[in-house]
C-alpha cells in the first residue's frame, strides 16, 4: 500500500501507523554475490545516482 499525505495525525490509538516523510530516494535493494542493484519502485534503474 503507498502511504497518503494527510493533513493532520490520526488520534485513534494503535489504529495508524505513520512517519514524517523525508525527501530522498525509495529503493529496492538486491544482491546477488558481489552484484548489487538499486530500483523504484516503478522498476527504475537507480544506481547512477549511488557509484
Do not use: H, N
Request: aromatic fraction near 14%; hydrophobic fraction near 40%; proline fraction near 6%.
Amino acid at each position: 500500500m503507498l502511504a497518503k499525505a494527510q493533513t493532520k495525525v490520526p488520534t485513534e490509538a494503535g489504529v495508524w501507523s505513520f512517519e514524517p516523510k523525508w525527501d530522498g530516494f525509495r529503493a529496492l535493494v538486491f544482491r546477488d554475490g558481489d552484484d548489487v542493484v538499486l530500483l523504484s519502485r516503478s522498476g527504475k534503474d537507480l544506481g547512477r545516482y549511488f557509484p
